[in-house]
């Protein structure tokens, strides 16, 4: 038997609810706070998501495939300086946005939660691991190439760019301008050997 289809635009309901987790975090958003944004009643969530995880994890699918996904984008040419360069200001641009909240999802959203959340603050961590191994593999294929030094290690750079782009989306969420994000930027390139 076939249900109901779906009377609400799913692009829609994610962008606005994906703002009230990336504003308020996951345990910020509420029910309440979720319905006022999208529309959507709490039985409507469970219907097409099945629980607030689920939504949860939609969102997160929704911001990797959107906002996400810009700085990401920078990793997929040749490997060389210049592409860690453009993933991090394509961050900084992205973490000062008008229109949208500071810094990024997946860094600030699920940090803080309580034991019971763990699955939830997993599928975040998860995302971000998932996000160092591209930049490592990046920085594997620049070395390879003879772009990065054979004494470079890929994973601890990987690592120290992963902190300073999630430094840069508490420095976003306190305010920083994308001038300044950038300048941060151009300071963690002289890590590049």
Same mark, same amino acid.
Request: glycine share 10%; hydrophobic share 45%.
């Given at each position: 038997?076939?249900?109901? !289809?779906?009377?609400?635009?799913?692009?829609?309901?994610?962008?606005?609810?994906?703002?009230?987790?990336?504003?308020?975090?996951?345990?910020?958003?509420?029910?309440?706070?979720?319905?006022?944004?999208?529309?959507?009643?709490?039985?409507?969530?469970?219907?097409?998501?099945?629980?607030?995880?689920?939504?949860?994890?939609?969102?997160?699918?929704?911001?990797?495939?959107?906002?996400?996904?810009?700085p990401?984008s920078?990793?997929?040419?040749?490997?060389?300086?210049?592409?860690?360069?453009?993933f991090?200001?394509?961050? +900084?641009?992205?973490?000062?946005? !008008?229109?949208?909240? !500071?810094?990024?999802?997946?860094?600030?959203?699920?940090?803080?939660?309580?034991?019971d959340?763990?699955?939830?603050?997993?599928?975040?961590?998860a995302?971000?691991?998932?996000?160092?191994?591209?930049?490592?593999?990046?920085?594997?294929?620049?070395?390879a190439?003879?772009?990065?030094? !054979?004494?470079?290690?890929?994973?601890?750079?990987?690592?120290?760019?992963?902190?300073?782009?999630?430094?840069?989306?508490?420095?976003?969420?306190?305010?920083?301008?994308?001038?300044?994000?950038?300048?941060?930027?151009?300071? +963690?390139?002289?890590?590049?050997?």
């Amino acid at each position: 038997m076939k249900g109901r !289809p779906r009377s609400f635009d799913l692009d829609d309901v994610l962008t606005k609810a994906m703002h009230v987790f990336w504003r308020h975090g996951y345990e910020g958003a509420s029910l309440a706070r979720l319905q006022e944004a999208t529309g959507l009643t709490p039985p409507s969530v469970y219907n097409a998501f099945g629980s607030k995880e689920g939504l949860y994890e939609a969102c997160l699918d929704h911001y990797a495939g959107g906002p996400g996904a810009r700085p990401v984008s920078a990793l997929s040419g040749v490997p060389r300086r210049a592409g860690i360069r453009a993933f991090l200001v394509a961050a +900084a641009h992205e973490f000062t946005r !008008p229109g949208q909240p !500071p810094g990024c999802m997946i860094s600030t959203a699920a940090l803080a939660l309580s034991p019971d959340l763990d699955p939830v603050a997993g599928t975040a961590a998860a995302r971000r691991a998932a996000t160092l191994g591209l930049v490592a593999d990046y920085l594997a294929r620049a070395q390879a190439g003879g772009a990065l030094s !054979p004494d470079a290690d890929p994973t601890t750079l990987a690592r120290f760019f992963g902190a300073v782009i999630q430094g840069m989306s508490v420095q976003a969420h306190d305010g920083a301008t994308v001038a300044e994000l950038t300048a941060l930027a151009d300071v +963690a390139l002289a890590a590049w050997a």
